[in-house]
């Protein structure tokens, strides 16, 4: 059974830096690419970034570019998301995402894609 834990959210001021873990167990994470989404209060689901399975590719949402970095560990199979130079529009639900790779990383948490979610952490910025 898949299954994806994120930890690592909190409350930080603007301008800080969190560092968000996704656990990912039940599978082969190096079969896996795997990503990181985020929704708001009031707002939809939104891409932020993604990784494929062994790491050579990233893909970032224009709103994080320079300020956030995505990473993976395969032997821990565990997936990270460094988060620098915060901002209050920042402030979501984050959201662990995974699926096979047979569907293609630009494809991850679209319904083209068999998506495997987290439960989510909480990440508040304040002003």
């Known amino acids: 059974q898949v299954q994806l834990v994120e930890s690592g959210g909190g409350l930080v001021q603007a301008g800080g830096s969190l560092r968000l873990s996704c656990a990912a167990s039940?599978?082969?994470?190096?079969?896996?690419?795997m990503g990181w989404f985020r929704q708001a209060p009031g707002k939809e689901r939104e891409f932020v970034a993604r990784?494929?399975?062994?790491?050579?590719?990233?893909h970032y949402a224009d709103s994080v570019k320079g300020r956030f970095s995505i990473s993976r560990d395969n032997v821990r199979n565990t997936v990270y998301l460094q988060m620098n130079s915060l901002k209050p529009e920042d402030t979501a639900v984050y959201y662990c995402?995974?699926?096979?790779?047979?569907?293609?990383?630009?494809?991850?948490?679209?319904?083209?894609?068999?998506?495997?979610w987290g439960r989510g952490t909480q990440v508040t910025v304040s002003s």
């Open positions: 990784i494929a399975w062994n790491g050579g590719t990233t």
């Open positions: 995402a995974a699926a096979h790779l047979k569907y293609g990383l630009g494809n991850l948490g679209s319904s083209r894609s068999d998506n495997n």
């Open positions: 039940g599978f082969t994470s190096s079969n896996y690419n």
